[in-house]
């Protein structure tokens, strides 16, 4: 019998580990198309914590991470996930770069 539990437990805590990093390669995925859509340079990505709750989206998360605008200053954004669905960003005030064909 405890055996069986034991097997119970590992199955359960190995779906969880799989549904987190699913989300983290996701999470990672969006953020990326993000930035490439504003013209930001990725500097890395974090998860900041998780959350659990029951029903469809019970896997609630929220991500750091850090982007550059003119290669000289960084700046720190977060994405907020509920399961693998409505991402949510919010991204700091930045200085964006102004091309010198634009200046003429």
Known sequence: MIELLFILLTVLLSAIIWKLRKQSEYAREQIT???????????????????????????????VFEFSSDNNNNYQGHLFMRGLRRPRFELPVYRSVESSDSLN
């Not at 504003?38 to 914590?49: F, G, P, Y």
């Open 33 to 63: 198309q993000h930035c490439f859509k504003l013209d930001l340079q990725l500097l890395s990505v974090s998860r900041s914590n998780f959350n659990f709750k029951l029903g469809e989206q019970f896997l609630q998360a929220s991500f």
